[in-house]
């Protein structure tokens, strides 16, 4: 299989690039603007196969496309990849607004090519072995669900706040594929022109979910926190949690001697990609889903920035 990397930054370097280098029958092409980078990265893969721009890719007879580059440029190149009917993989957010997400779907669909997003959270070993909700994408036996992603002293414009960091937790709450404010409680908190904190809750049947973002919080963390009928759990990381059932707690762990980028889910997301790449096709469930937290991140954001303006 040959895969072609857009984008050669920060994310692909951390993430990405220590797994998909490693993977057996996969040729690696790399793509980026910069050419010191691109030269540095290709010598310590090992990758022959070099680009400076992706609208040379249609030429390699490659299989994929994963997209790790900034977001204000996802779409100009996840819409030229899929007319060339290329599965195309792109990190969250696909793009910072609902308008362009729908049609890149439309655009997918008619061209018959899987379009993926890169929620590494829906993925997360330890999370899914024992909340089989995430995994499955839907509501089941949760009575409550409810995600923190804190940041130390990192408060933003609302547009970025809410599509590069805050939908990781609005996406992994977002089971019933909600697309809309209606019955959905936002708070939020400014620090001078900029959001420091906000607070998206509704309810599902009987399942309240609740995403939360603090970027004054003193440190950086995250926190999921979810109940059942008389069983509730609670992951203060990704390696390591509690469970309380019949009055009593137990301590859950990730396998020993995980690897960090397997205990954040990257692994099995990415394993995910590749069957799906082998496929041809994605779950419908899955494209839903995608495309309503990105609904509905839009519909967060132009509430605060109408209040912001007002």
Same mark, same amino acid.
């Given at each position: 299989?040959? !895969?072609?990397?857009?984008?050669?930054?920060?994310?692909?370097?951390?993430?990405?690039?220590?797994?998909?280098?490693?993977?057996?029958?996969?040729?690696?092409?790399?793509?980026?603007?910069?050419?010191?980078?691109?030269?540095?990265?290709?010598?310590?893969?090992?990758?022959?196969?070099? @680009?400076?721009?992706?609208?040379?890719?249609?030429?390699?007879?490659?299989? =994929?496309?994963?997209?790790?580059?900034?977001? /204000?440029?996802?779409?100009?190149?996840? /819409?030229?990849? !899929?007319?060339?009917?290329?599965?195309?993989?792109?990190?969250?957010? @696909?793009?910072?607004?609902?308008?362009?997400?729908?049609?890149?779907?439309? @655009?997918?669909?008619?061209?018959?090519?899987?379009?993926?997003?890169?929620?590494?959270?829906?993925?997360?070993?330890?999370?899914?072995? *024992?909340?089989?909700?995430?995994?499955?994408?839907?509501?089941?036996?949760? *009575?409550?669900?409810?995600?923190?992603?804190?940041? *130390?002293?990192?408060?933003?414009?609302?547009?970025?706040?809410?599509?590069?960091?805050?939908?990781?937790?609005?996406?992994?709450?977002?089971?019933?594929?909600?697309?809309?404010?209606?019955?959905?409680?936002?708070? /939020?908190?400014?620090?001078?022109? /900029?959001?420091?904190?906000?607070?998206?809750?509704?309810?599902?049947?009987?399942?309240?979910?609740?995403?939360?973002?603090?970027? @004054?919080?003193?440190?950086?963390?995250?926190?999921?926190? =979810?109940?059942?009928?008389?069983?509730?759990?609670?992951?203060?990381?990704?390696?390591?949690?509690?469970?309380?059932?019949?009055?009593?707690?137990? !301590?859950?762990?990730?396998?020993?001697?995980?690897?960090?980028?397997?205990?954040?889910?990257?692994?099995?997301?990415?394993?995910?990609?590749?069957?799906?790449?082998?496929?041809?096709?994605?779950?419908?469930?899955?494209?839903?889903?995608?495309?309503?937290?990105?609904?509905?991140?839009? =519909?967060?954001?132009?509430?605060?920035?109408?209040?912001? !303006?007002?």
């Amino acid at each position: 299989m040959r !895969i072609g990397i857009v984008g050669l930054g920060d994310i692909a370097q951390k993430a990405y690039l220590p797994i998909v280098t490693q993977l057996k029958n996969v040729e690696l092409i790399f793509c980026t603007r910069n050419p010191t980078v691109l030269n540095a990265l290709a010598d310590q893969y090992g990758v022959t196969c070099c @680009l400076g721009d992706y609208r040379q890719l249609n030429k390699k007879n490659i299989d =994929a496309v994963m997209i790790h580059a900034a977001t /204000h440029i996802h779409y100009d190149i996840a /819409h030229w990849c !899929i007319k060339q009917g290329i599965p195309t993989f792109v990190d969250k957010p @696909l793009v910072d607004n609902a308008e362009q997400v729908e049609r890149l779907y439309e @655009l997918a669909e008619q061209h018959n090519t899987p379009l993926y997003v890169g929620f590494n959270r829906r993925h997360i070993p330890l999370f899914n072995k *024992h909340l089989p909700e995430l995994a499955s994408g839907n509501i089941g036996e949760l *009575h409550s669900l409810r995600w923190e992603k804190n940041r *130390h002293n990192l408060v933003g414009d609302i547009r970025p706040f809410i599509f590069d960091d805050f939908i990781h937790a609005l996406d992994s709450v977002n089971l019933n594929a909600k697309s809309t404010l209606d019955d959905v409680y936002v708070t /939020h908190q400014m620090f001078g022109d /900029h959001l420091s904190r906000v607070d998206v809750q509704w309810q599902s049947g009987q399942c309240l979910l609740h995403a939360s973002m603090n970027r @004054l919080n003193g440190i950086t963390n995250e926190c999921v926190s =979810a109940t059942y009928h008389n069983q509730s759990y609670q992951f203060t990381s990704f390696m390591r949690g509690q469970r309380w059932l019949n009055n009593e707690e137990r !301590i859950l762990t990730s396998e020993d001697w995980m690897p960090m980028l397997a205990t954040k889910g990257f692994d099995t997301m990415i394993a995910d990609w590749l069957s799906v790449v082998e496929s041809g096709t994605m779950p419908l469930h899955t494209v839903e889903r995608n495309i309503s937290t990105h609904q509905l991140a839009d =519909a967060i954001a132009l509430q605060l920035e109408t209040l912001f !303006i007002c």
